[in-house]
């Protein structure tokens, strides 16, 4: 079982920063992939970002690739997301995800999800 709690959420200006963290409760934390989802009022929960137990693999959406970064400390049982360059569209409910596969990333079925953080970007 694996409890994920997000972090760093907020209120932010087109064009600033924010950064994301999930913590991560359970022994087996590092043998997961890791990765993000958001999704904005009226639409479906779309894919942002992932990376393997090892972080030797990363994938990212077209639109946020150049713009996030995707990280996570198994030490720490924590995985953040560093979100530059802000965009409106990048307004959105984030969600931290865990799963045994990295297929998720294309299926959306991630094995646990946390709460979601909300990241609010005006322009």
């Known amino acids: 079982q694996v409890q994920l709690v997000e972090s760093g959420g907020g209120l932010v200006q087109a064009g600033g920063s924010l950064k994301l963290s999930c913590a991560a409760s359970?022994?087996?934390?590092?043998?997961?992939?890791m990765g993000w989802a958001r999704q904005a009022p009226g639409k479906e929960r779309e894919f942002v970002a992932a990376?393997?137990?090892?972080?030797?693999?990363?994938y990212y959406a077209g639109s946020v690739k150049g713009r996030f970064t995707i990280s996570r400390d198994n030490a720490k049982n924590t995985v953040y997301l560093q979100m530059n360059s802000l965009k409106p569209e990048d307004s959105a409910v984030y969600y931290c995800a865990a799963a045994a596969k990295m297929e998720w990333a294309t299926t959306g079925l991630a094995d646990y999800w946390g709460q979601g953080t909300q990241v609010t970007v005006s322009s």
């Open positions: 359970g022994r087996t934390f590092s043998s997961y992939t």
């Open positions: 990376m393997s137990w090892n972080g030797s693999t990363k």
